[in-house]
């Protein structure tokens, strides 16, 4: 059974940093490139960080450059997320997903397995 479990979430304010964690179990990984997606209330669920499980390559989205790093241990089968200098913008649901092969990180129909989310809430 595949599973990936977030952990770390939480109620912080502006200018704070927290750390999400993605353990990932039930298979490899090791040709999926691993990603952080968000979503906000009202609104539609946005990709924030990627990383390739192969090579370390990493892709942010532009709201996040600078103040977001997406990391990976590989024995852990574990993804990160350092999330510093928090906005309440940031304010969201935060989604582990590992997505396919070749996959576009912006299509979330190359998303093969999702985590359940875990909640950051930056209070201003």
């Known amino acids: 059974q595949v599973q990936l479990v977030e952990s770390g979430g939480g109620l912080v304010q502006a200018g704070d940093s927290l750390r999400l964690s993605c353990a990932a179990s039930?298979?490899?990984?090791?040709?999926?490139?691993m990603a952080w997606l968000r979503q906000a209330p009202g609104k539609e669920r946005e990709f924030v960080a990627g990383i390739s499980w192969s090579d370390g390559t990493t892709n942010y989205a532009n709201s996040v450059k600078g103040r977001f790093t997406i990391s990976r241990d590989t024995p852990k089968n574990t993804v990160y997320l350092q999330m510093n200098s928090l906005k309440p913008e940031d304010t969201a649901v935060y989604y582990c997903?590992?997505?396919?092969?070749?996959?576009?990180?912006?299509?979330?129909?190359?998303?093969?397995?999702w985590g359940q989310g875990t909640q950051v809430t930056v209070s201003s």
């Open positions: 997903a590992a997505n396919r092969p070749g996959g576009s990180y912006y299509n979330e129909y190359d998303y093969h397995y």
């Open positions: 039930g298979r490899t990984f090791a040709s999926y490139a």
